[in-house]
């Protein structure tokens, strides 16, 4: 991806009413060592100064360019929550609140919900959002038109109807406690019916015609996607911070990978807010703007070892690797501690369901790596100190998406691992892969790594069912990227997942997370998180509590009085 090119000197540092949009120059950032425990929630450097004014571009710097819009990578739910309205919402304390369903039933034998929705509402190209809309969007995703919603409730879901135009009646298969928690992702906005069958996907992968508070105007490639106000929007959540248009005509969304670049701009004045806050700069955020931090629930930044093809065949292989570095020590000095270390490799320490224990499970011990890689048969040694059995190193190979799954500061965590654990004698190859590479599936098969790194974003524990459901010929898993097989373990899963009762669902959820971790199927090393950092003028930026997704509906300037 190429960056955007040097644009106009800074504007004033003065709060101003209106921005005008302009290409993000190259600036140098002032950084400071940040000694900072992350944890969720935000901290504030500047309080609201001065009164609100309507209108006015807010200038947002963001890491990576997606492909689309629309699309099942949380970077896509990122823009498309902007644009598209989902069925509920879910506030910080995981409270399920109205959206477009003003409220909702399920039937004794929990598998029939029924949602009733807000009456009037249409998509920007005038159609109606009623129940058949609804309907429609779910028969587009079970179709292919979302992977992610697939993954999610396909095993589940099995039709959805339009019983009038404001009753929506959702059947399943069989019950599924975390349906409404899933239904709050950006991954679930409701797109124009019209739309989806009239324009080519195309069209709707780059602008999709939805309800929500902005629509999709201009998209320079390589550089930004301008974002303009609905005026018309009147459906917001229940948690918004207001109700009808957002208060600022536009959003100019740029991308901006260099970590340097992208937070000078915001010291300079060429943003007004930038996401992906570098760590390293994040401690002089918050003393200088309004700076918040999301740790994302779902799966954690794992290293996903390959069970099938390999060295990490062997079970006592996958322990040794996971007592063989101080994982914990590598990513706090990685991150400067404002990410989280993340032992537990199954799901990450803010998702409910989460076993705290599993994270303790593989310390760094390196007489324990040593013993087990003994009575695994790798006694010889390389001139190297690579461990060796039968003439062959015990050689692995590490495949991860710079600057798309893993930024630069996770890269150093995985170099800081690779030293590591060449004194056990194991020699880790590292491989970092643009993002057409990584998404192209290319490494999405057995012989292709062993041991790739990555997440799943979800606010429920039910992502152990997406990640590690079987995979098999006839029914492929991509999201098991392990390609670890134990019905065992997916029937626990699955129990949790139909439990009548929160309390017997995290059971389960426990239950399954230790059975995988006494497996080590996968390490664990940092929770992924959401940052945001903006200008003292600019207030009512928030982050939502599904997966983190910048919300600028209630987002407004403020000018001195």
Not at 203 to 209: G, K, L, T, V
Not at 444 to 465: E, F, K, M, N
Not at 536 to 550: I, K, N, R, T, Y
Request: negative net charge.
């Amino acid at each position: 991806m190429s960056h955007p090119s040097p644009g106009p000197s800074p504007a004033s540092r003065q709060p101003v009413p209106r921005r005008r949009p302009h290409v993000l120059g190259t600036a140098l950032a002032a950084t400071s060592m940040l000694l900072l425990s992350a944890c969720g929630g935000s901290a504030t450097a500047a309080g609201t100064t001065g009164k609100k004014v309507d209108g006015g571009t807010i200038r947002y710097a963001h890491l990576q360019e997606v492909p689309c819009v629309y699309g099942g990578w949380v970077q896509q739910a990122y823009l498309s929550r902007q644009v598209l309205d989902s069925l509920v919402s879910q506030t910080d304390d995981g409270t399920i609140v109205p959206w477009l369903a003003q409220s909702w039933s399920v039937s004794p034998d929990r598998k029939t919900w029924t949602f009733k929705l807000k009456p009037g509402v249409e998509f920007t190209d005038g159609t109606p959002l009623d129940a058949q809309a609804v309907a429609d969007n779910f028969d587009f995703w079970m179709g292919g038109g979302n992977g992610t919603v697939q993954a999610h409730i396909g095993d589940y879901y099995s039709s959805a109807e339009a019983v009038d135009a404001t009753t929506l009646r959702v059947r399943l298969k069989a019950p599924y406690g975390p349906l409404l928690s899933a239904l709050s992702q950006g991954y679930f906005g409701i797109q124009s019916p019209t739309a989806l069958r009239t324009r080519t996907e195309q069209q709707n992968c780059e602008a999709p015609i939805g309800s929500g508070p902005f629509t999709v105007g201009e998209w320079k490639r390589g550089e930004s996607i301008t974002l303009h106000r609905n005026a018309s929007y009147d459906s917001a959540p229940a948690n918004a911070r207001h109700q009808g248009p957002a208060y600022v005509d536009n959003v100019v969304w740029s991308f901006v990978q260099d970590n340097t670049s992208r937070y000078g701009s915001l010291v300079s004045d060429e943003s007004d807010a930038i996401g992906e806050v570098p760590t390293v700069d994040f401690d002089d955020a918050r003393s200088r703007f309004n700076a918040q931090q999301y740790v994302t629930p779902g799966r954690p930044v794992t290293l996903s070892l390959n069970t099938v093809h390999g060295p990490f065949t062997d079970r006592r292989v996958r322990q040794a690797f996971a007592y063989a570095s101080d994982r914990k020590a590598n990513v706090d000095s990685a991150f400067l501690g404002v990410v989280p270390f993340e032992g537990n490799g199954y799901v990450s320490q803010t998702t409910p369901g989460y076993n705290a224990a599993v994270a303790q499970d593989y310390p760094h011990d390196p007489a324990k790596a040593a013993a087990l890689l003994d009575v695994a048969g790798w006694t010889g040694r390389a001139a190297d100190g690579t461990r060796t059995k039968d003439g062959k190193e015990l050689s692995v190979d590490i495949v991860f998406g710079l600057n798309s799954i893993v930024t630069q500061e996770g890269a150093t965590a995985l170099q800081n691992l690779q030293a590591q654990v060449k004194e056990s004698g194991i020699k880790v190859n590292l491989h970092p892969v643009n993002q057409s590479e990584f998404f192209s599936g290319t490494y999405s098969v057995p012989g292709s790594y062993d041991a790739q790194l990555g997440y799943w974003t979800s606010p429920h524990s039910g992502i152990l069912y997406i990640n590690f459901r079987e995979t098999t010929a006839a029914k492929p898993n991509n999201a098991n990227t392990t390609f670890y097989n134990n019905p065992g373990i997916v029937s626990t899963i699955r129990h949790a997942l139909s439990a009548g009762t929160t309390a017997d669902a995290n059971r389960y959820y426990a239950q399954a997370q230790q059975q995988l971790s006494d497996e080590a199927v996968a390490v664990g090393l940092y929770d992924q998180t959401s940052t945001i950092a903006s200008r003292p003028d600019l207030q009512g930026l928030w982050l939502e509590a599904s997966q983190g997704e910048p919300v600028f509906h209630d987002a407004y300037f403020t000018e001195s009085e």
